[in-house]
């Protein structure tokens, strides 16, 4: 029991950290354009918030969503409640949950396969990039046979894969709005004062945050196991976002580390949906697996090829 706690929550942390990297990147290059002293409260201040205010509250609010019988305070008392009717409710209602988030984390996955820019670490990348025409084509297909076969099985785990969807694409907006505001800031043409600077940087955590926090349900339905090791992770991208930002932009390929592991955590948390068992070791093993040999592709790549850097 011990060491698959131990596994779970170095499988969440180092899911968080390579989850968020795009973020800690757009954190950075907008920092530089703000004074020490700021710098330092959104070190301080950032990580109390983004550790016990966005990964604290996330977690509740799915778990409220995904059993309102509980109510907040009870969805809240869930979290650490040892109650085995507690936690029969919300195991019996985890399918809505992870039929939402499998939906998320595979559409993530295939939008950055389809239409974001990539450095190509597998063969057969590049020809996706090419067909990017055909990304929506394929989500509205996946998601109607995720509803046409979860109908059969609980109409609320089809309404998850519809709200999985909405918020893929409310999210995908947020980001796409935080790249043209980090643009803004970055050229110096932004009035934002520093502190406004802060603020939306925390918002921008806010949504980048959802995607660590959603596929954390594929490592563990345990609250207490999802905070601490998202906390960690975030804890740990906050201080590599104020100190070794480049070294991390330099390892190109962790981003593909980070969307082929969404992937893997989508499609198991849609086989849970549906009543496929998969050992819990599987998410956290897989996360290592696929991070790990990203980074050492990244790692070749530095070594055997300065100029790349």
């Known amino acids: 029991m011990l060491t698959s706690s131990i596994l779970t929550i170095l499988g969440l942390a180092l899911f968080e950290i390579i989850s968020s990297a795009d973020n800690a990147i757009i954190n950075a290059e907008v920092l530089r354009t703000m004074s020490a002293k700021m710098r330092r409260w959104f070190l301080f201040w950032g990580i109390l918030f983004a550790v016990f205010v966005i990964r604290g509250l996330l977690p509740w609010a799915i778990i409220w969503a995904t059993?309102?019988?509980?109510?907040?305070?009870?969805?809240?008392?869930?979290?650490?409640?040892?109650?085995?009717?507690?936690?029969?409710a919300i195991e019996k209602s985890a399918p809505i949950l992870m039929a939402g988030g499998g939906i998320f984390l595979i559409f993530l996955f295939l939008h950055w396969l389809f239409l974001e820019e990539k450095h190509f670490g597998l063969p057969g990348e590049r020809f996706f990039v090419k067909q990017g025409v055909w990304f929506y084509?394929?989500?509205?297909?996946?998601?109607?046979?995720?509803?046409?076969?979860?109908?059969?099985?609980?109409?609320?785990?089809?309404?998850?894969?519809?709200?999985?969807?909405?918020?893929?694409?409310?999210?995908?907006?947020?980001?796409?709005?935080?790249e043209h505001?980090?643009?803004?800031?970055?050229?110096?043409?932004?009035?934002?004062?520093?502190?406004?600077?802060?603020?939306?940087?925390?918002?921008?955590?806010?949504?980048?945050?959802?995607d660590g926090v959603l596929g954390a349900f594929a490592f563990t339905l345990s609250i207490p196991l999802i905070l601490i090791g998202n906390g960690i992770g975030a804890i740990v991208l906050?201080?590599?976002?104020?100190?070794?930002?480049?070294?991390?932009?330099?390892?190109?390929?962790?981003?593909?580390?980070?969307?082929?592991?969404?992937?893997?955590?989508?499609?198991?948390?849609?086989?849970?949906?549906?009543?496929?068992?998969?050992p819990e070791w599987v998410s956290p093993l897989a996360t290592f697996l696929i991070v790990g040999y990203f980074f050492w592709k990244s790692r070749c790549l530095l070594l055997c090829a300065p100029v790349h850097e």
């Open 137 to 178: 084509a394929i989500v509205s297909i996946l998601l109607a046979v995720v509803v046409w076969l979860a109908l059969k099985v609980d109409p609320l785990m089809a309404f998850g894969a519809v709200i999985g969807s909405t918020a893929f694409f409310i999210t995908h907006g947020f980001k796409e709005n935080a």
């Open 238 to 278: 906050r201080k590599l976002t104020v100190s070794n930002i480049e070294t991390v932009k330099k390892y190109v390929f962790l981003k593909n580390g980070a969307m082929y592991s969404v992937f893997f955590l989508g499609a198991i948390m849609l086989l849970h949906a549906f009543h496929i068992p998969v």
């Open 67 to 88: 059993v309102p019988s509980l109510g907040p305070i009870g969805a809240f008392t869930a979290t650490w409640s040892s109650d085995p009717m507690v936690h029969t």
């Open 181 to 210: 505001a980090e643009k803004e800031m970055l050229s110096g043409t932004s009035k934002r004062s520093d502190i406004s600077k802060v603020l939306y940087l925390e918002v921008i955590d806010a949504t980048f945050s959802i």
